[in-house]
């Protein structure tokens, strides 16, 4: 089975890191995506992990532990922009498996 | 900056009738992808497609529903005798594939089912 776990909600405030956790238990795995989505419009891809370790992109970083079965999206410099939601997913072979996404408050 | 489009941007059809939904990936993309989202849930995995052929389905992807790449551009999803529950933004995306897993998502089609 698949089974992905998110915090509902969470709120950060503007120019602060915010970490998004990410659990994963999936029958086979060959990566995790993030993606960004705000109210209304269409995920847009944010990073995916394949191996362990970080991916940094921009204000944006990704996590993954393999072993673990953990992910994490670090935010940094919030902005008030960020306000969505942040979707994890993992891949397996062509097929990906979402979770139900962490809705991210951005205060001033 | 290349994009994936949608058309209709909203349809609305009556329980038992067939729609279809059409995509236009970008151009240099291989590989194709249909997700659904029910107002308030999560993003589900449909389907994808590689090379002119499904490569991997969800269990949602029934016998109610087909895909097809009819030309070199559209990517099409049918559904056939729609249901109440079938009501939802249905996205596409596309990948190039080989070397980069970064999806880019139309902005979806809503269906609602009446």
């Known amino acids: 089975g698949q089974n992905i776990d998110q915090p509902t909600e969470m709120t950060a405030t503007e120019g602060a890191i915010v970490q998004i956790n990410c659990t994963y238990q999936t029958s086979g795995f060959n990566g995790l995506f993030w993606y960004q989505q705000h109210a209304g419009e269409a995920p847009t891809f944010l990073s995916y992990n394949v191996l362990d370790g970080l991916e940094e992109k921009g204000r944006f970083s990704s996590f993954l532990s393999r072993s673990k079965g953990y992910s994490y999206l670090l935010l940094k410099e919030l902005q008030m922009k960020d306000s969505a939601s942040y979707l994890c997913?993992?891949?397996?072979?062509?097929?990906?498996?979402f979770g139900s996404g962490t809705k991210l408050n951005v205060k001033p | 900056e290349p994009e994936v489009t949608q058309t209709p941007s909203h349809q609305v059809t009556q329980m038992g009738q067939e729609v279809i939904l059409r995509c236009v990936p970008i151009s240099n993309h291989l590989y194709f992808y249909w997700y659904r989202q029910i107002l308030g849930q999560k993003v589900e995995f449909l389907v994808s497609?590689?090379?002119?052929?499904?490569?991997?389905k969800s269990e949602i992807f029934d016998d109610q529903f087909s895909v097809e790449r009819p030309d070199g551009s559209n990517f099409t999803l049918k559904i056939r005798s729609t249901k109440l529950e079938d009501s939802a933004m249905y996205f596409c995306?596309?990948?190039?594939?080989?070397?980069?897993?970064?999806?880019?998502f139309g902005p979806g089609t809503r269906l609602t089912v009446t």
């Open positions: 997913a993992s891949y397996n072979f062509n097929k990906f498996y």
């Open positions: 995306a596309s990948s190039v594939g080989t070397g980069s897993y970064e999806q880019y």
């Open positions: 497609f590689y090379n002119n052929e499904i490569s991997e």
